[in-house]
Protein backbone atom coordinates (compact mmCIF):
# COMPACT_ATOMS: atom_id res chain seq x y z
CA UNK A 1 0.00 0.00 0.00
CA UNK A 2 1.16 3.38 -0.76
CA UNK A 3 2.38 5.55 2.56
CA UNK A 4 -0.31 8.07 3.31
CA UNK A 5 1.27 11.70 2.85
CA UNK A 6 0.30 13.44 6.17
CA UNK A 7 0.71 17.45 7.00
CA UNK A 8 3.09 18.30 10.09
CA UNK A 9 1.25 21.04 12.46
CA UNK A 10 2.88 23.67 14.25
CA UNK A 11 1.68 21.68 17.36
CA UNK A 12 3.72 18.45 15.95
CA UNK A 13 6.87 20.68 16.94
CA UNK A 14 5.74 21.52 20.10
CA UNK A 15 4.63 17.83 20.96
CA UNK A 16 8.56 17.08 19.81
CA UNK A 17 10.03 19.46 22.12
CA UNK A 18 7.59 18.17 25.03
CA UNK A 19 8.79 14.63 24.66
CA UNK A 20 12.19 15.58 24.11
CA UNK A 21 12.14 17.29 27.54
CA UNK A 22 10.33 14.32 29.16
CA UNK A 23 13.04 11.83 27.81
CA UNK A 24 15.58 14.13 29.57
CA UNK A 25 14.10 14.89 32.40
CA UNK A 26 13.74 11.36 33.41
CA UNK A 27 16.89 10.39 31.97
CA UNK A 28 18.25 12.89 34.39
CA UNK A 29 16.54 11.30 37.47
CA UNK A 30 18.76 7.91 37.24
CA UNK A 31 22.13 9.08 36.14
CA UNK A 32 24.18 8.47 39.08
CA UNK A 33 25.89 12.06 41.17
CA UNK A 34 22.66 14.21 39.48
CA UNK A 35 19.92 15.50 41.19
CA UNK A 36 17.18 17.37 39.77
CA UNK A 37 16.46 20.84 40.50
CA UNK A 38 13.06 20.63 40.93
CA UNK A 39 10.96 18.08 42.76
CA UNK A 40 9.12 15.15 41.03
CA UNK A 41 6.27 15.89 39.51
CA UNK A 42 4.13 12.68 39.94
CA UNK A 43 3.44 10.13 37.09
CA UNK A 44 -0.47 11.52 36.50
CA UNK A 45 0.03 15.15 35.54
CA UNK A 46 2.71 14.08 33.49
CA UNK A 47 1.24 11.72 31.40
CA UNK A 48 -1.91 13.77 31.27
CA UNK A 49 -0.14 16.90 29.65
CA UNK A 50 1.42 14.43 27.03
CA UNK A 51 -1.80 13.11 26.07
CA UNK A 52 -4.04 16.04 26.17
CA UNK A 53 -1.41 18.18 23.99
CA UNK A 54 -3.81 19.98 21.07
CA UNK A 55 -2.35 18.01 18.33
CA UNK A 56 -4.56 15.01 19.58
CA UNK A 57 -7.43 16.91 19.05
CA UNK A 58 -9.07 14.61 16.40
CA UNK A 59 -7.76 11.72 18.10
CA UNK A 60 -8.63 9.31 21.25
CA UNK A 61 -6.20 7.94 23.85
CA UNK A 62 -6.92 4.66 25.91
CA UNK A 63 -4.46 3.98 28.47
CA UNK A 64 -3.94 1.89 31.23
CA UNK A 65 -0.73 1.29 33.06
CA UNK A 66 -1.03 -1.34 35.87
CA UNK A 67 1.66 -2.77 38.77
CA UNK A 68 2.15 -5.87 38.25
CA UNK A 69 3.01 -7.02 41.70
CA UNK A 70 0.57 -4.86 43.71
CA UNK A 71 -1.98 -4.88 40.72
CA UNK A 72 -2.25 -0.85 41.50
CA UNK A 73 -3.53 0.81 38.98
CA UNK A 74 -0.88 3.67 38.43
CA UNK A 75 -2.64 5.33 35.75
CA UNK A 76 -5.60 4.99 33.29
CA UNK A 77 -7.32 6.86 30.48
CA UNK A 78 -10.88 5.98 29.24
CA UNK A 79 -9.62 2.44 29.86
CA UNK A 80 -12.84 0.98 29.50
CA UNK A 81 -13.68 2.45 25.89
CA UNK A 82 -13.65 0.07 23.20
CA UNK A 83 -10.71 1.01 20.66
CA UNK A 84 -9.21 -0.63 17.34
CA UNK A 85 -6.43 -2.46 18.64
CA UNK A 86 -4.87 -3.12 14.89
CA UNK A 87 -1.70 -5.98 15.77
CA UNK A 88 -2.58 -5.58 19.59
CA UNK A 89 -5.01 -8.09 18.65
CA UNK A 90 -1.88 -10.59 18.43
CA UNK A 91 -1.54 -10.62 22.25
CA UNK A 92 -4.60 -11.96 22.63
CA UNK A 93 -4.25 -14.50 19.64
CA UNK A 94 -1.00 -15.84 20.74
CA UNK A 95 -2.12 -15.81 24.50
CA UNK A 96 -4.76 -18.38 23.48
CA UNK A 97 -2.19 -20.63 21.43
CA UNK A 98 0.25 -20.79 24.12
CA UNK A 99 -3.12 -21.37 27.00
CA UNK A 100 -5.06 -24.20 24.75
CA UNK A 101 -2.42 -25.89 22.89
CA UNK A 102 0.94 -25.38 25.12
CA UNK A 103 4.81 -23.87 23.98
CA UNK A 104 5.38 -27.51 23.10
CA UNK A 105 2.60 -27.67 20.38
CA UNK A 106 3.97 -28.66 17.08
CA UNK A 107 1.70 -28.69 13.74
CA UNK A 108 1.80 -32.12 11.60
CA UNK A 109 1.54 -32.38 7.74
CA UNK A 110 1.02 -35.85 6.05
CA UNK A 111 1.85 -36.62 3.60
CA UNK A 112 0.12 -40.36 2.07
CA UNK A 113 -0.83 -42.13 -0.51
CA UNK A 114 -3.84 -43.62 -1.16
CA UNK A 115 -5.20 -46.43 -3.67
CA UNK A 116 -2.52 -49.63 -4.87
CA UNK A 117 1.27 -48.82 -5.98
CA UNK A 118 2.08 -51.72 -8.78
CA UNK A 119 5.54 -51.84 -9.93
CA UNK A 120 6.06 -48.08 -9.08
CA UNK A 121 2.60 -47.37 -10.87
CA UNK A 122 0.47 -45.75 -8.03
CA UNK A 123 -3.39 -46.78 -9.10
CA UNK A 124 -4.61 -43.59 -6.72
CA UNK A 125 -3.33 -40.18 -5.52
CA UNK A 126 -0.93 -38.54 -2.96
CA UNK A 127 -2.47 -36.35 -0.11
CA UNK A 128 -1.69 -34.28 1.78
CA UNK A 129 -3.47 -33.29 4.57
CA UNK A 130 -2.93 -29.81 6.74
CA UNK A 131 -3.13 -29.29 10.08
CA UNK A 132 -3.38 -25.17 9.68
CA UNK A 133 0.45 -25.11 10.13
CA UNK A 134 1.37 -21.69 8.96
CA UNK A 135 5.49 -22.50 8.83
CA UNK A 136 5.67 -24.25 5.88
CA UNK A 137 8.16 -22.36 4.60
CA UNK A 138 11.79 -21.09 4.42
CA UNK A 139 11.45 -18.59 7.51
CA UNK A 140 12.92 -20.20 10.08
CA UNK A 141 16.16 -22.25 8.41
CA UNK A 142 17.60 -20.19 5.29
CA UNK A 143 19.20 -24.10 4.56
CA UNK A 144 15.82 -25.44 4.68
CA UNK A 145 13.50 -23.20 2.05
CA UNK A 146 10.52 -23.45 0.83
CA UNK A 147 11.40 -25.65 -2.36
CA UNK A 148 13.79 -27.88 0.12
CA UNK A 149 10.64 -28.72 1.65
CA UNK A 150 8.88 -29.89 -1.30
CA UNK A 151 12.17 -32.06 -2.47
CA UNK A 152 11.72 -33.48 0.82
CA UNK A 153 8.38 -34.70 -0.20
CA UNK A 154 9.01 -35.71 -3.37
CA UNK A 155 11.80 -37.71 -2.02
CA UNK A 156 9.34 -39.95 0.17
CA UNK A 157 7.33 -40.54 -2.72
CA UNK A 158 10.31 -41.51 -4.83
CA UNK A 159 11.26 -43.97 -1.58
CA UNK A 160 7.77 -45.44 -1.80
CA UNK A 161 8.44 -46.54 -5.17
CA UNK A 162 6.29 -44.64 -6.95
CA UNK A 163 7.40 -43.71 -10.44
CA UNK A 164 4.07 -42.82 -12.04
CA UNK A 165 0.86 -41.20 -10.20
CA UNK A 166 -2.57 -42.32 -12.33
CA UNK A 167 -3.65 -39.75 -10.14
CA UNK A 168 -3.56 -36.46 -8.41
CA UNK A 169 -1.88 -34.57 -5.54
CA UNK A 170 -4.77 -33.72 -3.58
CA UNK A 171 -4.72 -30.57 -1.14
CA UNK A 172 -6.58 -31.12 2.24
CA UNK A 173 -7.29 -28.38 3.92
CA UNK A 174 -10.76 -29.03 6.02
CA UNK A 175 -9.27 -28.82 9.04
CA UNK A 176 -10.22 -24.86 8.69
CA UNK A 177 -13.68 -23.46 7.13
CA UNK A 178 -13.65 -22.04 3.63
CA UNK A 179 -13.77 -18.59 4.82
CA UNK A 180 -10.26 -17.93 3.96
CA UNK A 181 -10.42 -13.85 4.18
CA UNK A 182 -12.29 -11.66 7.36
CA UNK A 183 -15.29 -10.15 5.45
CA UNK A 184 -14.45 -6.80 7.47
CA UNK A 185 -10.94 -6.57 5.56
CA UNK A 186 -10.35 -3.44 3.22
CA UNK A 187 -11.29 -4.65 -0.61
CA UNK A 188 -7.55 -3.81 -1.19
CA UNK A 189 -5.49 -5.49 1.46
CA UNK A 190 -6.78 -8.90 -0.86
CA UNK A 191 -3.56 -8.90 -2.98
CA UNK A 192 -1.16 -8.22 -0.16
CA UNK A 193 1.15 -10.23 1.44
CA UNK A 194 0.13 -9.04 4.80
CA UNK A 195 -3.05 -9.90 3.83
CA UNK A 196 -2.48 -13.58 2.79
CA UNK A 197 -5.70 -16.06 2.80
CA UNK A 198 -5.08 -18.59 5.49
CA UNK A 199 -5.77 -22.06 4.58
CA UNK A 200 -5.67 -25.04 6.67
CA UNK A 201 -2.79 -26.19 3.87
CA UNK A 202 -0.53 -23.90 3.39
CA UNK A 203 3.06 -23.39 2.32
CA UNK A 204 5.49 -20.39 1.61
CA UNK A 205 3.00 -18.32 4.03
CA UNK A 206 0.41 -18.66 0.72
CA UNK A 207 2.45 -16.17 -0.78
CA UNK A 208 4.62 -16.01 -4.13
CA UNK A 209 7.68 -14.08 -4.68
CA UNK A 210 9.56 -12.73 -7.67
CA UNK A 211 12.65 -10.84 -8.03
CA UNK A 212 12.97 -7.81 -10.44
CA UNK A 213 16.31 -7.32 -12.04
CA UNK A 214 16.83 -4.64 -15.04
CA UNK A 215 17.21 -5.49 -18.18
CA UNK A 216 20.35 -5.64 -20.46
CA UNK A 217 19.75 -1.89 -21.67
CA UNK A 218 17.61 0.87 -21.03
CA UNK A 219 14.40 0.20 -23.18
CA UNK A 220 14.27 -3.43 -22.58
CA UNK A 221 11.78 -5.04 -20.36
CA UNK A 222 13.22 -6.32 -16.81
CA UNK A 223 13.16 -9.46 -15.70
CA UNK A 224 10.53 -10.92 -13.19
CA UNK A 225 11.50 -14.57 -11.79
CA UNK A 226 9.05 -16.05 -9.57
CA UNK A 227 11.34 -17.82 -6.88
CA UNK A 228 9.74 -21.18 -6.86
CA UNK A 229 8.53 -21.73 -10.20
CA UNK A 230 5.19 -22.58 -10.69
CA UNK A 231 2.47 -22.29 -13.75
CA UNK A 232 -0.04 -21.64 -10.45
CA UNK A 233 1.16 -18.00 -10.80
CA UNK A 234 1.10 -15.98 -14.17
CA UNK A 235 3.52 -13.11 -14.60
CA UNK A 236 2.25 -10.25 -16.68
CA UNK A 237 5.62 -8.16 -17.06
CA UNK A 238 5.11 -4.58 -17.61
CA UNK A 239 8.55 -2.69 -15.85
CA UNK A 240 10.79 -1.40 -18.35
CA UNK A 241 14.43 -0.44 -17.54
CA UNK A 242 15.87 3.13 -17.82
CA UNK A 243 18.71 4.96 -17.96
CA UNK A 244 20.77 4.60 -14.75
CA UNK A 245 20.12 6.42 -12.35
CA UNK A 246 23.59 7.06 -10.03
CA UNK A 247 21.62 6.65 -6.91
CA UNK A 248 22.08 2.92 -5.01
CA UNK A 249 19.59 1.62 -2.18
CA UNK A 250 15.84 2.32 -2.36
CA UNK A 251 13.94 0.34 -4.60
CA UNK A 252 12.41 1.42 -7.81
CA UNK A 253 8.79 2.08 -8.55
CA UNK A 254 7.53 -1.18 -9.06
CA UNK A 255 4.12 -2.08 -7.81
CA UNK A 256 1.88 -5.04 -8.77
CA UNK A 257 -2.06 -6.08 -9.47
CA UNK A 258 -3.04 -9.10 -8.63
CA UNK A 259 -7.16 -10.02 -9.95
CA UNK A 260 -9.08 -11.59 -6.87
CA UNK A 261 -10.23 -14.71 -8.20
CA UNK A 262 -7.25 -15.26 -9.98
CA UNK A 263 -3.35 -15.84 -9.79
CA UNK A 264 -2.83 -13.29 -12.73
CA UNK A 265 -0.10 -11.37 -11.30
CA UNK A 266 0.41 -7.99 -13.80
CA UNK A 267 3.90 -6.10 -12.70
CA UNK A 268 4.51 -2.42 -13.68
CA UNK A 269 6.84 0.26 -13.00
CA UNK A 270 10.18 0.98 -13.59
CA UNK A 271 14.13 0.25 -12.70
CA UNK A 272 17.02 1.94 -13.44
CA UNK A 273 19.95 0.05 -15.55
CA UNK A 274 22.21 0.00 -12.59
CA UNK A 275 19.48 -0.90 -9.81
CA UNK A 276 20.16 -3.92 -7.75
CA UNK A 277 17.70 -6.81 -8.19
CA UNK A 278 15.02 -6.58 -5.69
CA UNK A 279 11.67 -8.84 -4.46
CA UNK A 280 8.67 -8.06 -4.05
CA UNK A 281 5.77 -10.55 -3.39
CA UNK A 282 1.85 -11.14 -2.51
CA UNK A 283 -0.72 -13.25 -1.42
CA UNK A 284 -2.32 -15.96 -3.57
CA UNK A 285 -5.89 -16.94 -4.49
CA UNK A 286 -6.89 -20.53 -2.81
CA UNK A 287 -3.53 -21.91 -0.68
CA UNK A 288 -4.67 -25.26 -0.62
CA UNK A 289 -4.40 -25.64 -4.33
CA UNK A 290 -1.24 -23.60 -4.55
CA UNK A 291 0.78 -26.55 -1.94
CA UNK A 292 -0.36 -28.96 -4.14
CA UNK A 293 0.36 -27.56 -7.32
CA UNK A 294 3.98 -26.95 -5.88
CA UNK A 295 4.09 -30.36 -5.05
CA UNK A 296 2.58 -31.90 -8.08
CA UNK A 297 5.38 -29.72 -10.41
CA UNK A 298 8.18 -31.28 -7.59
CA UNK A 299 6.83 -34.59 -9.06
CA UNK A 300 7.16 -33.46 -12.72
CA UNK A 301 10.44 -32.25 -12.81
CA UNK A 302 12.19 -35.21 -10.42
CA UNK A 303 11.00 -37.66 -13.82
CA UNK A 304 7.55 -38.59 -11.95
CA UNK A 305 4.39 -38.12 -14.03
CA UNK A 306 0.80 -37.29 -12.40
CA UNK A 307 -1.60 -37.81 -14.44
CA UNK A 308 -4.42 -35.94 -13.50
CA UNK A 309 -2.22 -32.94 -12.20
CA UNK A 310 -3.24 -31.11 -8.78
CA UNK A 311 -6.67 -30.24 -6.80
CA UNK A 312 -8.16 -29.42 -3.80
CA UNK A 313 -10.44 -31.83 -1.95
CA UNK A 314 -13.29 -30.04 -1.70
CA UNK A 315 -13.66 -30.36 -5.50
CA UNK A 316 -13.89 -34.02 -5.13
CA UNK A 317 -17.38 -35.67 -4.86
CA UNK A 318 -16.44 -38.32 -2.46
CA UNK A 319 -14.29 -36.70 -0.10
CA UNK A 320 -15.14 -39.68 2.52
CA UNK A 321 -13.61 -42.31 -0.43
CA UNK A 322 -10.34 -40.19 -0.51
CA UNK A 323 -9.74 -39.64 3.13
CA UNK A 324 -9.86 -43.46 3.50
CA UNK A 325 -8.06 -44.66 6.41
CA UNK A 326 -7.93 -48.57 5.34
CA UNK A 327 -7.14 -47.61 1.80
CA UNK A 328 -3.89 -44.69 2.93
CA UNK A 329 -0.51 -45.33 3.76
CA UNK A 330 1.65 -42.31 5.50
CA UNK A 331 4.74 -41.39 3.56
CA UNK A 332 6.50 -38.97 5.31
CA UNK A 333 5.27 -36.39 8.41
CA UNK A 334 6.10 -32.61 8.24
CA UNK A 335 7.07 -31.60 11.58
CA UNK A 336 6.73 -27.50 12.40
CA UNK A 337 8.65 -25.63 15.13
CA UNK A 338 7.30 -25.53 18.59
CA UNK A 339 4.46 -23.40 19.34
CA UNK A 340 7.17 -21.25 21.31
CA UNK A 341 9.00 -20.20 18.14
CA UNK A 342 5.81 -19.38 16.33
CA UNK A 343 4.17 -17.09 18.57
CA UNK A 344 7.71 -15.27 18.21
CA UNK A 345 6.96 -15.02 14.72
CA UNK A 346 3.38 -13.58 14.86
CA UNK A 347 4.40 -11.15 17.89
CA UNK A 348 8.18 -9.26 16.73
CA UNK A 349 7.31 -8.99 13.06
CA UNK A 350 4.16 -8.98 13.71
CA UNK A 351 2.62 -11.79 10.84
CA UNK A 352 -0.90 -11.43 9.82
CA UNK A 353 -0.83 -14.69 7.98
CA UNK A 354 0.62 -16.68 10.84
CA UNK A 355 -1.67 -15.30 13.83
CA UNK A 356 -5.17 -15.95 11.32
CA UNK A 357 -4.27 -19.47 11.15
CA UNK A 358 -3.59 -19.31 15.07
CA UNK A 359 -6.84 -18.37 15.85
CA UNK A 360 -8.36 -20.48 13.49
CA UNK A 361 -5.93 -23.63 14.90
CA UNK A 362 -7.30 -21.97 18.53
CA UNK A 363 -11.15 -22.05 17.81
CA UNK A 364 -10.54 -26.23 16.52
CA UNK A 365 -8.62 -27.05 19.49
CA UNK A 366 -11.30 -25.55 21.67
CA UNK A 367 -14.67 -26.62 19.80
CA UNK A 368 -13.62 -28.40 17.01
CA UNK A 369 -13.99 -26.13 14.17
CA UNK A 370 -11.79 -23.82 12.55
CA UNK A 371 -13.51 -20.74 11.91
CA UNK A 372 -12.79 -17.06 13.43
CA UNK A 373 -15.92 -17.28 15.76
CA UNK A 374 -15.22 -20.37 17.45
CA UNK A 375 -11.53 -18.72 17.87
CA UNK A 376 -13.21 -15.67 19.02
CA UNK A 377 -15.27 -17.55 21.41
CA UNK A 378 -12.11 -19.74 22.77
CA UNK A 379 -10.40 -16.63 23.37
CA UNK A 380 -13.15 -15.04 25.75
CA UNK A 381 -13.50 -18.23 27.21
CA UNK A 382 -10.05 -18.01 28.30
CA UNK A 383 -10.61 -14.30 29.57
CA UNK A 384 -13.87 -15.18 31.42
CA UNK A 385 -11.81 -17.95 33.06
CA UNK A 386 -9.07 -15.45 34.32
CA UNK A 387 -11.37 -13.41 36.00
CA UNK A 388 -11.45 -10.71 32.98
CA UNK A 389 -14.64 -8.52 31.60
CA UNK A 390 -14.50 -9.94 27.42
CA UNK A 391 -18.25 -8.26 26.60
CA UNK A 392 -16.26 -5.50 24.98
CA UNK A 393 -13.95 -8.00 23.17
CA UNK A 394 -14.64 -8.03 19.31
CA UNK A 395 -12.59 -10.36 17.45
CA UNK A 396 -13.19 -10.75 13.46
CA UNK A 397 -9.68 -11.89 12.84
CA UNK A 398 -6.71 -13.10 14.54
CA UNK A 399 -4.00 -10.31 13.17
CA UNK A 400 -5.71 -6.87 13.57
CA UNK A 401 -6.24 -6.12 9.91
CA UNK A 402 -10.06 -5.54 10.60
CA UNK A 403 -11.28 -2.25 11.57
CA UNK A 404 -14.32 -4.09 13.26
CA UNK A 405 -12.35 -5.63 15.69
CA UNK A 406 -12.14 -4.07 19.48
CA UNK A 407 -11.04 -4.46 22.39
CA UNK A 408 -10.41 -2.16 25.53
CA UNK A 409 -7.02 -0.88 27.38
CA UNK A 410 -8.46 -2.57 30.36
CA UNK A 411 -8.54 -5.74 29.29
CA UNK A 412 -5.44 -5.80 27.23
CA UNK A 413 -3.54 -4.72 30.68
CA UNK A 414 -6.00 -7.27 32.48
CA UNK A 415 -4.70 -10.01 30.06
CA UNK A 416 -0.83 -9.29 30.50
CA UNK A 417 -1.00 -9.31 34.01
CA UNK A 418 -2.95 -12.53 34.07
CA UNK A 419 -0.37 -13.95 31.84
CA UNK A 420 2.34 -13.30 33.77
CA UNK A 421 0.92 -15.93 36.23
CA UNK A 422 0.87 -18.56 33.51
CA UNK A 423 3.48 -21.52 32.95
CA UNK A 424 3.79 -20.23 29.46
CA UNK A 425 4.70 -17.12 30.15
CA UNK A 426 8.35 -16.53 29.33
CA UNK A 427 7.69 -17.48 25.83
CA UNK A 428 4.80 -15.01 25.57
CA UNK A 429 7.35 -12.18 27.28
CA UNK A 430 10.05 -13.66 24.91
CA UNK A 431 8.42 -13.08 21.82
CA UNK A 432 7.52 -9.56 22.06
CA UNK A 433 9.56 -6.93 20.35
CA UNK A 434 12.33 -5.23 22.49
CA UNK A 435 12.68 -1.63 22.43
CA UNK A 436 15.88 -0.62 20.13
CA UNK A 437 16.73 -4.30 20.03
CA UNK A 438 14.29 -6.08 17.26
CA UNK A 439 10.85 -6.55 16.25
CA UNK A 440 8.75 -3.66 15.42
CA UNK A 441 9.89 -1.81 17.67
CA UNK A 442 14.05 -2.21 17.09
CA UNK A 443 14.37 1.26 16.01
CA UNK A 444 12.08 2.79 18.98
CA UNK A 445 13.48 4.43 22.60
CA UNK A 446 17.23 4.19 21.56
CA UNK A 447 19.61 5.68 23.75
CA UNK A 448 16.84 5.97 26.65
CA UNK A 449 16.60 3.86 29.85
CA UNK A 450 13.91 1.85 27.97
CA UNK A 451 15.98 0.55 25.53
CA UNK A 452 16.22 -3.51 25.80
CA UNK A 453 14.02 -2.98 28.94
CA UNK A 454 10.18 -2.36 26.99
CA UNK A 455 8.67 -5.88 25.77
CA UNK A 456 5.91 -4.30 24.16
CA UNK A 457 3.71 -5.45 20.81
CA UNK A 458 2.71 -2.57 18.11
CA UNK A 459 -0.33 -2.49 16.24
CA UNK A 460 -0.60 -0.04 12.99
CA UNK A 461 -3.29 0.47 10.40
CA UNK A 462 -4.26 3.63 9.48
CA UNK A 463 -5.01 6.24 11.68
CA UNK A 464 -4.50 3.68 14.30
CA UNK A 465 -1.63 3.22 16.58
CA UNK A 466 -0.89 0.96 19.81
CA UNK A 467 1.63 -0.51 22.31
CA UNK A 468 1.09 -2.60 24.89
CA UNK A 469 3.45 -5.00 26.70
CA UNK A 470 5.64 -5.12 29.77
CA UNK A 471 9.13 -2.99 31.42
CA UNK A 472 10.64 -2.68 34.81
CA UNK A 473 10.98 0.73 36.45
CA UNK A 474 14.20 2.35 38.19
CA UNK A 475 12.80 0.81 41.44
CA UNK A 476 12.53 -2.40 40.05
CA UNK A 477 8.94 -2.83 40.00
CA UNK A 478 7.47 -4.52 37.12
CA UNK A 479 4.51 -3.24 35.38
CA UNK A 480 2.57 -3.72 32.20
CA UNK A 481 0.73 -1.12 30.45
CA UNK A 482 -1.87 -0.71 27.28
CA UNK A 483 -1.52 2.52 24.84
CA UNK A 484 -3.72 2.95 22.05
CA UNK A 485 -4.43 5.95 19.54
CA UNK A 486 -7.28 6.06 17.63
CA UNK A 487 -8.24 8.67 14.75
CA UNK A 488 -5.15 10.70 14.70
CA UNK A 489 -4.26 13.05 11.91
CA UNK A 490 -0.76 13.93 12.89
CA UNK A 491 2.21 11.70 11.54
CA UNK A 492 2.46 8.30 12.83
CA UNK A 493 6.22 9.16 14.38
CA UNK A 494 4.16 11.55 16.28
CA UNK A 495 2.09 8.91 18.18
CA UNK A 496 5.12 6.58 18.23
CA UNK A 497 7.33 9.64 20.35
CA UNK A 498 4.22 9.79 22.65
CA UNK A 499 4.37 6.64 23.18
CA UNK A 500 7.86 6.19 23.75
CA UNK A 501 8.38 8.73 25.98
CA UNK A 502 5.25 7.57 28.16
CA UNK A 503 7.22 4.33 28.29
CA UNK A 504 10.45 6.34 29.94
CA UNK A 505 8.21 8.80 32.13
CA UNK A 506 6.16 5.14 33.57
CA UNK A 507 9.84 3.74 34.19
CA UNK A 508 11.21 6.66 36.23
CA UNK A 509 8.66 8.15 37.73
CA UNK A 510 8.39 7.26 41.70
CA UNK A 511 4.64 6.06 42.27
CA UNK A 512 3.62 5.83 46.07
Known amino acids: MKPQVQTVTPAFFFLRRFVAAAVAVATLAIIPGRTMATETVALGPQLDALFDDPIWSNARWGVKIIDLESSKTLYERDPAKGFIPASNLKLYTTAAALEYLGADYRFETKLYLTGALNK ?37 VRTAGIRRIEGAVVGDDDTFDESHLSGTWQLDYFQEWYAAENSGLAINEN ?12 GAPARVKLEIPTQFITVRNEVVTTAPSGKKGGDPPVEFTRDYEENIVTVRGFIPADAAPFHIWGGVRNGTLYTATLLREALTRAGIKVARGARDIDDIKDKAAARAEDKRTLLTTHVSPPMSRIVAIVNKPSQNFYADQLLKVVGRA ?40 LVEPRLTAGLLAWAATRPWF ?67 KAVNDAQDAACVLMMTTPVD
Request: charged letters at 20%.
Open 120 to 156: GVLKGDILIVGSGDPSISGRYNDDTPTTAILNQWVDA
Open 207 to 218: CWDATVTPGPRP
Open 366 to 405: AYNSGDYNSGERAVRDMLTTAGLEAAGLQMHDGSGLSRQD
Open 426 to 492: QFYHDSLPIAGVDGTIRSRMKGSIAENVVHAKTGYIGRVRSLSGYTTTTANRRIVFSMMNNNYLTPT
